[in-house]
């Protein structure tokens, strides 16, 4: 003991000064620290995006304060410990998505909400955000590693159905990010390399077939929707209005509030999906970079989180929920810059918004109680 | 813990990392993406897109498309499109922008007449939301004169222009409204339901009728065209156009002169009158009178022209054809002894003596027939001919509710059976069960026997009756009710043929015995022909056989005991008068049903206008044939 002593001498003083402040809240500084700033940059651009509108400024601040309060609640639950209740969980989402789409209210076409008397609206899709993760790391992480074929099929029906079920909302944003965050558990499970190629290989080889089968007017569809512009009265016309927003902003944009595209009107949904044309043109390059390089700094450190976890089920679910923040960031960007078709995802912590920040919070309160519960090296 | 089991687990957590490992490549491949694209956007295309939002002088403007037309069923044209030049605001190119709206309002003032509900209307549509630079229109339909004063100022004017635009126009008008519909010009409420990047210019939308059942179809895909302008957005050169695709051209079954001879015989009365082509199901005939002018509605009829027409006691905007309920009263007594004899309930040799009333019990209410002293010894043939009320009390009495309605179903009562006019309502066809929800009261004895002569909570519409009519000529057989004839002379059998909902229909009248039919058919021909019967006077004199019914609809209830006197009953409390029938009577060109409200017997108000009906188009066309046969002999 002694011996180990003298080559670790840091070790007793840490072992006297017993746990710090961070670990008895199991807050994560370093994630903390990182979602702030970038909230509170994403505010100063919501300011100007909603058109100097300090009613939407407050509105956002108490939904982040709502939703910073549901992060801290959730980082003192040790998932691990209430595993057992996540299928029903899963279930019951399930149930509710079934019940949007028999009495589920909304607008323009899409009916994604759900009324229930009592409650306030919601919309569950949000919550399956979070449960289809939760329920691929519990059912795989009892499995054997790398995961059976037929445990992977099972996994991929468990992901299929509420996607299936959002995709008919319809909501395509959303069925996206809840499919892909399915497929990275599936593959952080150790999904075996020939699988995942022979995965990606059927699918490349179905496209054409399902092209066939399909009738006139839905292929006409798919090819306004993968190239919006060529319909510039519809779709089109935000992609080629944001382009000039974003182009125009140069490397160091027009200034705060100075954006002529967002305050003349000709750039719509200023304040929630195309917030980062905003962005880009009032504050230029620099702007977005500023915010790319704070986004990506939270992507290394729930990679950290999860290479830091021992347990399986804690692996799979904090590195899945990474890389479904990393979906947010890169196909809101890609959307609004022209280079993905246009499908609702929004900017994490920026857009406006009280649903998506909630259940962002959540998922990184997720990480953080996973960090709190790492192994302590002492 | 066994040594093999910690080192899978060790391996484990290695390719785990490794994966992490991978996922971060992702990360900064797909960021380095992004960056770059931020790059090429901000950096490599600055210049462009820095000009593009300087001036925005590129411009993408939408050209609508032109509204397909609306052709009767030999061609003649009840929709066209004419030129109509508005005037407009581009608010962001006005002096002083959209502060100086104001200003120049006042200065149009001075020279084209604006009054306060152009500019009650034209802030409206400014609040609506729409694109930047996109033109708001002040005022419609201006005339020569009104141009020319205004291309004189337009130089101190910039921002204001005169736009011409295709509207609609509807060159035989008023007869046909109730038939076609008409378009107007498009509201918050629509705009909200529209797909707004095809509607963008747009301005006009089916309202009713016709018009806006074939909206889709009508209105066509918008086109666009990137133009660039002058600051005072004077278009100076197109760069590129993508043409609209114009609208379908619909034909209708409507004939147009069976249609203005139909407005005209109705014209001083309120009622409708609808024609059937019992081949087809396809509506030759649809007026309902007052009517009024669709034109006005197109550009925006004025306040005080559209208050008259709806503070009007008759009702012009009220499309009695479709939505008119009537008790269809004696018309129904054909479906009631069909529905007698083919239940099996009734014998078909059942005959009663008629003292002129009817009893449920003895020392009872009295149930009237309509002659005083009774028709005598009555059969199921004489019941029609002479509409023998009694006969109809008593076989209600024995038969009960069910089976009546029942067979009334199954010839289209209760239920909207047109395929393409949305404001038909299916009226009501009254089951015990109604009464039970809608009346709370359960169904009574009495209640069975006014249903019996089509009375009581029984009502129809003309469509519905015409629709009866159809069936009964065709000895059961349906055909789907429908305005559509052809769409870009594709001929619309059924309107699932272009995508849309069929309305539910019955299956064809399958009567146990077909020989049913004829006896039905042989009492209606003799309605018209026989020597006593109610239709007699306009069967007479004809060169070709028909069949029919009248009835006569009682609006108010006759007490007990009091002799009826249609003189002394305010005009309102007169008889509706009805018909239905074909012709001819062998092989039907024509089914039709005429409600005259308020006409007093449908013997004298109804069944002579049927009359002509059946002569114009049955010896309109054997001559127009004649003409032809004339014409390719002298070839």
Same mark, same amino acid.
């Given at each position: 003991?002694?011996?180990?002593?003298?080559?670790a001498?840091?070790a007793q003083?840490h072992?006297k000064?017993?746990?710090g402040?961070?670990v008895?809240?199991r807050?994560d500084?370093f994630?903390?620290v990182l979602?702030?700033?970038i909230m509170?940059?994403?505010?100063?651009?919501?300011y100007?995006g909603s058109?100097?509108s300090?009613?939407?400024?407050?509105k956002?601040l108490?939904?982040y304060g709502?939703?910073l309060?549901?992060m801290v609640i959730?980082?003192q639950?040790n998932?691990?410990n209430?595993q057992?209740?996540i299928p029903?969980?899963?279930i019951?989402?399930?149930l509710l998505l079934?019940?949007v789409?028999l009495f589920g209210v909304?607008a323009?076409?899409?009916?994604?909400w759900?009324e229930?008397?009592?409650?306030?609206?919601f919309?569950p899709?949000?919550v399956?955000k979070l449960?289809?993760?939760?329920?691929?790391?519990?059912y795989l992480s009892?499995?054997?590693?790398p995961?059976?074929?037929?445990?992977?099929?099972v996994?991929?029906?468990?992901?299929?159905?509420?996607?299936?079920?959002i995709?008919?909302?319809?909501?395509?944003g959303t069925?996206?990010?809840?499919?892909?965050s399915g497929a990275?558990?599936?593959?952080?499970a150790?999904?075996?390399?020939?699988y995942?190629?022979?995965?990606?290989?059927?699918?490349?080889?179905g496209?054409p077939l399902l092209?066939?089968?399909m009738?006139?007017?839905?292929?006409q569809?798919?090819?306004?929707f993968l190239d919006p512009?060529?319909?510039?009265l519809?779709?089109?016309?935000?992609i080629?209005?944001s382009k000039i927003?974003?182009g125009s902003g140069?490397?160091?944009g027009k200034g705060?509030?100075q954006?002529?595209?967002?305050?003349?009107?000709?750039?719509?949904?200023?304040h929630?999906?195309f917030?980062v044309?905003?962005?880009?043109e009032?504050?230029g390059?620099?702007g977005v970079c500023l915010l790319l390089?704070?986004?990506?700094l939270v992507?290394?450190?729930?990679?950290?989180?999860a290479g830091?976890?021992t347990?399986?089920?804690?692996?799979?679910?904090?590195?899945s929920?990474?890389l479904t923040?990393f979906?947010?960031v890169?196909?809101?960007?890609?959307?609004v810059?022209?280079l993905l078709?246009?499908?609702?995802?929004p900017?994490p912590?920026v857009s406006?918004g009280?649903?998506?920040?909630?259940?962002?919070?959540?998922?990184?309160?997720?990480?953080?109680?996973?960090h709190?519960?790492?192994p302590?090296?002492t | 813990?066994?040594?093999?089991?910690m080192d899978?687990?060790?391996?484990e957590?290695s390719?785990?990392?490794a994966?992490?490992?991978w996922?971060?490549?992702?990360?900064?491949?797909?960021?380095?993406?992004?960056?770059?694209?931020l790059?090429y956007?901000q950096?490599?295309?600055?210049?462009r897109?820095?000009?593009?939002s300087?001036?925005n002088?590129?411009?993408l403007?939408?050209i609508?498309?032109?509204?397909?037309l609306?052709?009767?069923?030999n061609?003649a044209?009840?929709a066209g499109?004419?030129?109509?030049h508005?005037?407009?605001l581009v608010?962001e190119?006005?002096?002083g922008?959209?502060?100086g709206i104001d200003?120049?309002l006042?200065?149009?003032?001075?020279?084209v007449?604006i009054d306060?509900?152009?500019?009650?209307r034209?802030?409206?549509?400014l609040?609506q939301?729409r694109?930047?630079h996109s033109?708001?229109?002040?005022?419609?339909?201006?005339n020569?004169?009104?141009?020319?004063?205004?291309t004189?100022?337009?130089h101190?004017?910039?921002?204001v222009?005169?736009?011409?635009?295709?509207?609609r126009?509807?060159p035989?008008?008023k007869g046909?409204?109730?038939a076609?519909g008409?378009?107007g010009r498009?509201?918050?409420?629509?705009l909200?339901?529209?797909d707004?990047?095809n509607?963008?210019?747009?301005?006009?939308?089916g309202?009713l009728g016709?018009?806006r059942f074939?909206e889709t179809?009508?209105?066509?895909n918008?086109?666009?065209?990137?133009?660039?302008?002058?600051?005072?957005g004077?278009?100076l050169?197109?760069l590129?156009?993508?043409?609209?695709?114009p609208?379908?051209?619909?034909?209708?079954f409507l004939d147009?002169q069976?249609?203005?001879t139909a407005?005209k015989?109705?014209e001083?009365?309120?009622?409708a009158?609808?024609?059937?082509d019992?081949?087809?199901?396809?509506?030759l005939?649809?007026?309902?009178?007052?009517?009024?002018g669709?034109?006005q509605?197109?550009?925006?009829?004025s306040?005080?022209?559209y208050q008259?027409?709806?503070g009007?006691?008759?009702?012009?905007?009220f499309?009695r054809?479709l939505?008119g309920?009537?008790?269809p009263a004696?018309?129904?007594?054909?479906v009631?002894?069909?529905a007698?004899?083919d239940s099996?309930?009734?014998?078909r040799k059942?005959?009663l003596w008629?003292p002129?009333?009817y009893?449920l019990?003895e020392g009872?209410?009295l149930?009237?027939?309509w002659k005083?002293?009774g028709?005598?010894?009555?059969?199921?043939?004489k019941s029609?001919?002479?509409?023998?009320?009694?006969?109809?009390y008593?076989i209600a009495h024995?038969?009960?509710n069910?089976?009546?309605?029942?067979?009334?179903?199954?010839?289209?009562?209760?239920q909207?059976t047109?395929?393409?006019?949305?404001?038909?309502t299916?009226a009501?066809?009254?089951?015990?069960?109604?009464k039970?929800i809608?009346r709370?009261a359960?169904?009574f004895p +009495?209640?069975?026997?006014n /249903? =019996? %002569?089509? *009375?009581?909570?029984?009502?129809?519409t003309?469509?519905?009756l015409?629709?009866m009519?159809?069936?009964?000529?065709?000895?059961g057989k349906?055909h789907?009710i429908?305005?559509i004839?052809?769409?870009?002379?594709?001929p619309v059998e059924?309107v699932?043929?272009i995508?849309?909902?069929?309305p539910?229909?019955p299956?064809?009248?399958?009567l146990?015995?077909?020989?049913?039919?004829?006896?039905?058919h042989s009492?209606?021909?003799?309605v018209m022909?026989g020597?006593?019967?109610?239709g007699r006077?306009?069967?007479a004199?004809s060169?070709?056989k028909?069949a029919g019914k009248? +009835?006569?609809a009682q609006? /108010? =209830? %006759?007490? *007990?005991?009091?002799t009826y006197?249609?003189?002394t009953i305010a005009e309102?409390f007169r008889?509706h008068?009805?018909?239905?029938?074909?012709?001819?009577?062998k092989?039907?060109?024509?089914?039709i049903?005429v409600?005259i409200?308020?006409?007093?017997?449908?013997?004298?108000?109804a069944a002579?206008?049927?009359?002509k009906?059946?002569?114009?188009?049955?010896?309109?066309?054997?001559?127009?044939?004649k003409a032809?046969e004339?014409a390719?002999?002298?070839g």
């Amino acid at each position: 003991m002694a011996d180990f002593q003298r080559w670790a001498p840091d070790a007793q003083k840490h072992l006297k000064q017993g746990p710090g402040l961070w670990v008895k809240l199991r807050l994560d500084p370093f994630l903390l620290v990182l979602l702030l700033a970038i909230m509170s940059f994403g505010l100063l651009v919501l300011y100007s995006g909603s058109g100097s509108s300090e009613a939407a400024v407050q509105k956002q601040l108490i939904r982040y304060g709502l939703a910073l309060l549901g992060m801290v609640i959730i980082t003192q639950i040790n998932l691990r410990n209430v595993q057992r209740w996540i299928p029903l969980f899963y279930i019951i989402g399930l149930l509710l998505l079934l019940a949007v789409l028999l009495f589920g209210v909304g607008a323009k076409g899409a009916q994604r909400w759900l009324e229930i008397p009592g409650l306030p609206r919601f919309q569950p899709s949000e919550v399956m955000k979070l449960l289809v993760p939760l329920t691929l790391s519990w059912y795989l992480s009892s499995r054997p590693r790398p995961p059976h074929l037929i445990h992977v099929l099972v996994a991929v029906v468990l992901v299929t159905l509420p996607v299936l079920l959002i995709a008919k909302q319809p909501d395509l944003g959303t069925a996206l990010l809840i499919g892909s965050s399915g497929a990275f558990v599936i593959f952080f499970a150790g999904l075996l390399w020939r699988y995942l190629i022979a995965a990606i290989a059927i699918g490349a080889a179905g496209l054409p077939l399902l092209w066939t089968g399909m009738r006139e007017y839905q292929k006409q569809r798919v090819i306004t929707f993968l190239d919006p512009e060529s319909d510039p009265l519809g779709a089109g016309w935000n992609i080629i209005q944001s382009k000039i927003a974003i182009g125009s902003g140069g490397i160091d944009g027009k200034g705060w509030l100075q954006g002529t595209q967002s305050h003349l009107d000709f750039l719509p949904e200023t304040h929630t999906d195309f917030i980062v044309a905003v962005l880009a043109e009032e504050f230029g390059l620099m702007g977005v970079c500023l915010l790319l390089t704070l986004y990506f700094l939270v992507l290394i450190r729930g990679l950290m989180i999860a290479g830091a976890a021992t347990h399986p089920f804690d692996r799979m679910l904090a590195a899945s929920l990474t890389l479904t923040f990393f979906v947010y960031v890169a196909v809101n960007i890609g959307m609004v810059t022209g280079l993905l078709p246009v499908v609702g995802v929004p900017l994490p912590l920026v857009s406006y918004g009280g649903t998506a920040a909630v259940t962002l919070m959540a998922s990184l309160g997720i990480l953080m109680s996973i960090h709190a519960r790492r192994p302590q090296r002492t | 813990m066994p040594w093999s089991k910690m080192d899978t687990q060790r391996q484990e957590v290695s390719q785990f990392r490794a994966r992490l490992w991978w996922a971060l490549l992702l990360i900064v491949i797909v960021f380095v993406g992004l960056v770059s694209r931020l790059v090429y956007l901000q950096v490599w295309q600055y210049e462009r897109y820095a000009t593009e939002s300087d001036d925005n002088r590129q411009q993408l403007q939408a050209i609508a498309p032109t509204r397909g037309l609306i052709y009767d069923t030999n061609g003649a044209l009840l929709a066209g499109n004419r030129a109509s030049h508005s005037l407009t605001l581009v608010p962001e190119q006005l002096i002083g922008g959209r502060r100086g709206i104001d200003n120049v309002l006042a200065e149009l003032a001075q020279v084209v007449s604006i009054d306060q509900n152009d500019v009650k209307r034209f802030n409206r549509r400014l609040n609506q939301p729409r694109r930047p630079h996109s033109p708001v229109a002040l005022r419609f339909q201006l005339n020569p004169t009104e141009i020319a004063q205004i291309t004189v100022n337009q130089h101190r004017l910039p921002g204001v222009r005169i736009v011409p635009e295709l509207v609609r126009f509807y060159p035989l008008d008023k007869g046909f409204v109730h038939a076609l519909g008409y378009v107007g010009r498009i509201n918050d409420r629509e705009l909200a339901k529209l797909d707004s990047a095809n509607y963008s210019a747009t301005h006009h939308v089916g309202k009713l009728g016709v018009e806006r059942f074939y909206e889709t179809e009508l209105h066509g895909n918008v086109g666009y065209q990137t133009v660039e302008t002058n600051a005072r957005g004077r278009v100076l050169q197109v760069l590129d156009r993508f043409e609209p695709v114009p609208g379908k051209d619909i034909t209708l079954f409507l004939d147009a002169q069976l249609q203005q001879t139909a407005a005209k015989l109705l014209e001083g009365k309120r009622g409708a009158i609808v024609a059937i082509d019992p081949k087809t199901g396809g509506v030759l005939a649809m007026a309902s009178a007052p009517s009024y002018g669709a034109n006005q509605f197109v550009t925006g009829i004025s306040n005080a022209n559209y208050q008259a027409l709806r503070g009007s006691d008759d009702l012009p905007l009220f499309n009695r054809a479709l939505r008119g309920r009537y008790p269809p009263a004696s018309t129904v007594k054909p479906v009631m002894a069909i529905a007698g004899m083919d239940s099996g309930i009734i014998s078909r040799k059942y005959s009663l003596w008629d003292p002129g009333y009817y009893q449920l019990t003895e020392g009872g209410r009295l149930y009237r027939d309509w002659k005083e002293g009774g028709h005598g010894r009555v059969d199921m043939h004489k019941s029609i001919v002479e509409s023998v009320d009694t006969y109809y009390y008593a076989i209600a009495h024995i038969m009960g509710n069910d089976p009546m309605t029942k067979y009334l179903a199954q010839f289209g009562l209760g239920q909207v059976t047109i395929a393409d006019q949305p404001e038909a309502t299916k009226a009501v066809l009254p089951t015990q069960q109604w009464k039970r929800i809608n009346r709370s009261a359960s169904w009574f004895p +009495g209640d069975s026997l006014n /249903l =019996g %002569i089509g *009375q009581g909570f029984l009502s129809a519409t003309p469509t519905q009756l015409a629709t009866m009519a159809m069936v009964l000529a065709n000895k059961g057989k349906w055909h789907q009710i429908r305005m559509i004839k052809a769409i870009d002379d594709q001929p619309v059998e059924k309107v699932s043929d272009i995508g849309r909902n069929d309305p539910k229909q019955p299956s064809d009248v399958a009567l146990e015995r077909s020989s049913d039919w004829n006896k039905i058919h042989s009492a209606m021909i003799d309605v018209m022909h026989g020597k006593k019967g109610t239709g007699r006077r306009s069967g007479a004199e004809s060169s070709y056989k028909m069949a029919g019914k009248t +009835g006569t609809a009682q609006v /108010l =209830g %006759i007490k *007990q005991d009091s002799t009826y006197d249609a003189a002394t009953i305010a005009e309102r409390f007169r008889d509706h008068g009805l018909y239905i029938g074909w012709a001819p009577a062998k092989d039907p060109v024509i089914a039709i049903a005429v409600i005259i409200e308020n006409g007093g017997g449908g013997s004298s108000a109804a069944a002579p206008l049927a009359r002509k009906l059946f002569d114009l188009s049955i010896l309109g066309a054997q001559s127009k044939a004649k003409a032809k046969e004339g014409a390719q002999n002298d070839g």
